[in-house]
């Protein structure tokens, strides 16, 4: 376990490394985020009756979401990953005792937490002062906040676990940029991180809940907004377990299969 | 003990000729061809050996050495090191063995190399003590107390190369595997690398596999070369035995001919 540690310590150390890139990552969120809400209040105002979440939740999910961005898209893919896969400096990767989907693993999680944890705190301070209606509301109770705590969690994972497919998937296909393009423009759309679940029309909803993209940015974000609740909370949570259950497991077969054919690539 | 018996290898390869029609029509058909890269190669290796595994480019000697580092499986064949096939038991094979791969490079770029030292400490669970006795002699040997500091990706190559010779032995493995360690190197270096490998050799019996295009270094370190060529094995003996009087330059050239490799 020791070595997983470490390795995360690195790559957590490393992530800090870019000032820059986080000042710009933070600029882009807040102004991203800004835009959004502006957008929404304009439909809002047509008719606030006809949206599903009430205008001060939705603005709590945007904010949320922008704060916390580094955890839930998965367009934050480690091109060092796929730089290792395509320029074959796998070899390196494999004459170290660790399991391969553990390290990568390890080191998706520390990349994207040092990202998180420079970026969401600017974020978070700002909109808590940003006056009602636009501004971030703490959630209702104390138990909504541990269960969004809980499903973070849980949906940080299932991002890493689904990464970890588009990581293993360049080992047959070389070049990642097909698989890249496909996957970021399929998840925006499933996942609620452009429009969030809850506005799509009935019928589609309930499908695109069931999938595995539902249990990603989705669930933590509408139980912080406070939209789920009641017995909710057990069929999110539960679901997203058992996503996060199995991407792994197919995760893991599919890069031992991998691994048995690979090719270092360059001689 | 490495034992490595009837090992076969084979790659599929894209080819295609140049042109724009012959990449388009490429788009809907491929055409593959499988080349051999290993044929039928066994040999021994005992403990402390040093070997040099020598061959023209695209012979296999890079495929062997990561049959052998436990990176790629083969076709067929057999190979036991220390009692372990190396594909097989991946884990458990590879602390036991370092590889430096001329051509690549093992240390994290943005960070001083001391960190990436460190993190192989815990990658292979070194403990405290022994991590700075290997440090302090590696740093010493190598020449390194000035660069150790500095991110990997302000060294220059030699400097570098240094740096990765002594991160694939921080953790005093038994098995060597050097893939073309000299590339780039001053002569001044070449020559520290090769008295350090020597050291190694001698202090710790450490098993050394060397491939190359430098036949100083060959000289340097080995009496006994294995040629490859086409994937076949061709030769497997004792250097000075073959010399007679002229370099090992003259005598691998002389070698290539007569096998028409």
Same mark, same amino acid.
């Given at each position: 376990?020791?070595?997983?540690?470490?390795?995360?310590?690195?790559?957590?150390?490393?992530?800090?490394?870019?000032?820059?890139?986080?000042?710009?990552?933070?600029?882009?969120?807040?102004?991203?985020?800004?835009? +959004?809400?502006?957008?929404?209040?304009?439909?809002?105002?047509?008719?606030?009756?006809?949206?599903?979440?009430?205008?001060?939740?939705?603005?709590?999910?945007?904010?949320?979401?922008?704060?916390? #961005?580094?955890?839930?898209?998965?367009?934050?893919? +480690?091109?060092?990953?796929?730089?290792?896969?395509?320029?074959?400096?796998?070899?390196? +990767?494999?004459?170290?005792?660790?399991?391969?989907?553990?390290?990568?693993?390890?080191?998706?999680?520390?990349?994207?937490?040092?990202?998180?944890?420079?970026?969401?705190?600017?974020?978070?301070?700002?909109?808590?002062?940003?006056?009602?209606?636009?501004?971030?509301?703490?959630?209702?109770?104390?138990? @909504?906040?541990?269960?969004?705590?809980? @499903?973070?969690?849980?949906?940080?994972?299932?991002?890493?676990?689904?990464?970890?497919? #588009?990581?293993?998937?360049?080992?047959?296909?070389?070049?990642?940029?097909?698989?890249?393009?496909?996957?970021?423009?399929?998840? +925006?759309?499933?996942?609620?991180?452009?429009?969030?679940?809850?506005?799509?029309?009935?019928?589609?909803?309930?499908?695109?809940?069931?999938?595995?993209?539902?249990?990603?940015?989705?669930?933590?974000?509408?139980?912080?907004?406070?939209?789920?609740?009641?017995?909710?909370?057990?069929?999110?949570?539960?679901?997203?377990?058992?996503?996060?259950?199995?991407?792994?497991?197919?995760?893991?077969?599919?890069?031992?299969?991998?691994?048995?054919?690979?090719?270092?690539?360059?001689? | 003990?490495?034992?490595?018996?009837?090992?076969?290898? %084979?790659?599929? $390869?894209?080819?295609?000729?140049?042109?724009?029609?012959?990449?388009?029509?490429?788009?809907?058909?491929?055409?593959?061809?499988?080349?051999?890269?290993?044929?039928?190669?066994?040999?021994?290796?005992?403990?402390?050996?040093?070997?040099?595994?020598?061959?023209?480019?695209?012979?296999?000697?890079?495929?062997?050495?990561?049959?052998?580092?436990?990176?790629?499986?083969?076709?067929?064949?057999?190979?036991?090191?220390?009692?372990?096939?190396?594909?097989?038991?991946?884990?458990?094979?590879?602390?036991?063995?370092? $590889?430096?791969?001329?051509?690549?490079?093992?240390?994290?770029?943005? $960070?001083?190399?001391?960190?990436?030292?460190?993190?192989?400490?815990?990658?292979?669970?070194?403990?405290?003590?022994?991590?700075?006795?290997?440090?302090?002699?590696?740093?010493?040997?190598?020449?390194?107390?000035?660069?150790?500091?500095?991110?990997?990706?302000?060294?220059?190559?030699?400097?570098?190369?240094?740096?990765?010779?002594?991160?694939?032995?921080?953790?005093?493995?038994?098995?060597?595997?050097?893939?073309?360690?000299?590339?780039?190197?001053?002569?001044?270096?070449?020559?520290?690398?090769?008295?350090?490998?020597?050291?190694?050799?001698?202090?710790?019996?450490? %098993?050394?596999?060397?491939?190359?295009?430098?036949?100083?270094?060959?000289?340097?370190? %080995?009496?006994?070369?294995?040629?490859?060529?086409?994937?076949?094995?061709?030769?497997?003996?004792?250097?000075?035995?073959?010399?007679?009087?002229?370099? $090992?330059?003259?005598?691998?050239?002389?070698?290539?001919?007569?096998?028409?490799?």
């Amino acid at each position: 376990m020791n070595k997983y540690l470490s390795f995360f310590r690195l790559r957590f150390i490393y992530g800090f490394q870019y000032r820059a890139a986080a000042l710009a990552g933070i600029m882009t969120q807040f102004t991203w985020g800004a835009l +959004e809400i502006l957008m929404f209040k304009a439909f809002y105002n047509a008719d606030a009756k006809a949206f599903p979440m009430t205008f001060s939740a939705l603005v709590s999910y945007v904010w949320m979401q922008q704060a916390f #961005l580094a955890l839930f898209m998965t367009w934050i893919l +480690e091109n060092e990953i796929f730089d290792i896969i395509t320029n074959g400096n796998i070899a390196y +990767e494999l004459c170290r005792p660790v399991d391969v989907y553990n390290m990568w693993f390890t080191r998706s999680m520390a990349n994207r937490l040092s990202k998180a944890l420079l970026r969401s705190m600017p974020i978070l301070l700002f909109a808590v002062f940003l006056p009602a209606p636009y501004g971030l509301r703490l959630p209702d109770n104390g138990k @909504t906040f541990s269960w969004f705590l809980l @499903t973070m969690v849980l949906g940080f994972l299932t991002v890493i676990a689904y990464c970890m497919l #588009l990581y293993i998937i360049n080992f047959y296909t070389i070049s990642p940029m097909g698989i890249r393009m496909v996957s970021v423009a399929v998840v +925006e759309f499933f996942s609620g991180a452009v429009i969030p679940l809850p506005f799509f029309p009935k019928g589609i909803r309930e499908i695109f809940e069931i999938l595995p993209f539902a249990s990603m940015q989705n669930v933590p974000l509408r139980i912080y907004s406070g939209d789920i609740s009641g017995t909710g909370l057990y069929r999110a949570a539960g679901l997203q377990i058992f996503w996060v259950i199995l991407l792994i497991v197919a995760g893991k077969i599919l890069m031992t299969k991998a691994l048995k054919k690979v090719v270092v690539q360059g001689g | 003990m490495i034992r490595v018996e009837h090992i076969n290898k %084979t790659f599929q $390869v894209a080819r295609r000729n140049s042109g724009i029609s012959e990449a388009f029509k490429a788009l809907f058909h491929k055409e593959y061809e499988c080349v051999k890269a290993l044929d039928d190669i066994s040999f021994t290796i005992d403990e402390g050996e040093m070997v040099g595994y020598i061959g023209p480019n695209g012979a296999g000697k890079s495929s062997t050495i990561k049959i052998l580092s436990g990176i790629l499986t083969p076709d067929s064949g057999s190979c036991q090191i220390n009692g372990r096939t190396p594909w097989k038991e991946r884990i458990a094979h590879v602390r036991d063995i370092g $590889v430096v791969f001329g051509q690549r490079s093992q240390l994290w770029w943005d $960070v001083p190399v001391i960190d990436s030292f460190e993190l192989l400490r815990d990658i292979y669970s070194i403990p405290m003590k022994k991590f700075k006795e290997n440090l302090d002699e590696l740093v010493t040997l190598l020449n390194l107390e000035e660069i150790i500091k500095t991110p990997a990706r302000q060294l220059s190559l030699g400097q570098r190369m240094r740096c990765e010779i002594g991160a694939s032995l921080i953790h005093s493995p038994k098995i060597l595997f050097l893939d073309e360690p000299t590339i780039g190197l001053d002569a001044v270096s070449k020559i520290a690398v090769r008295n350090f490998i020597l050291d190694m050799n001698k202090r710790h019996k450490t %098993t050394v596999i060397l491939t190359t295009h430098d036949m100083q270094d060959i000289e340097a370190l %080995t009496r006994r070369i294995i040629l490859i060529g086409k994937g076949k094995i061709l030769m497997d003996g004792d250097l000075e035995s073959m010399k007679k009087g002229s370099s $090992v330059d003259e005598v691998v050239v002389e070698l290539y001919k007569k096998y028409e490799i």
